[in-house]
């Protein structure tokens, strides 16, 4: 899969994500904080985590799978982390 331009981004409620072709940067706009996603490949499996949250990490069979299950995964976790 060719590598994303660093530059390319999409927003989605709230959060920014940057992506590259190994790394996630997730800023949340209203917190103005940054979360970092590594997602690497391994044994046909895309694999990712955020470094700043644990527990947030996700398995899925495409990239694209991967990044969306993080997004949810990201979202449920620090609204989890407000109340």
Same mark, same amino acid.
């Given at each position: 899969? $060719? !590598?994303?331009? $660093?530059?390319?981004?999409?927003?989605? +409620?709230?959060? +920014?994500?940057?992506?590259? !072709? %190994?790394?996630?940067?997730?800023?949340? !706009?209203?917190?103005? %904080?940054?979360? #970092? !996603?590594?997602? %690497? +490949? =391994?044994?046909?499996?895309?694999?990712?985590?955020? &470094? =700043?949250? $644990?527990?947030?990490?996700? +398995?899925?069979?495409?990239? %694209? &799978?991967?990044? =969306? #299950?993080?997004?949810?995964?990201?979202?449920?976790?620090?609204?989890?982390?407000?109340?």
């Amino acid at each position: 899969m $060719p !590598a994303q331009n $660093p530059a390319s981004s999409k927003s989605q +409620q709230g959060l +920014q994500f940057t992506l590259n !072709a %190994k790394m996630i940067c997730i800023s949340e !706009a209203k917190m103005n %904080k940054t979360y #970092t !996603a590594v997602v %690497k +490949q =391994e044994d046909g499996w895309w694999l990712g985590w955020v &470094e =700043e949250v $644990p527990g947030v990490n996700c +398995q899925e069979k495409t990239r %694209k &799978e991967l990044i =969306e #299950t993080l997004k949810v995964t990201l979202r449920e976790a620090l609204e989890f982390q407000s109340q």
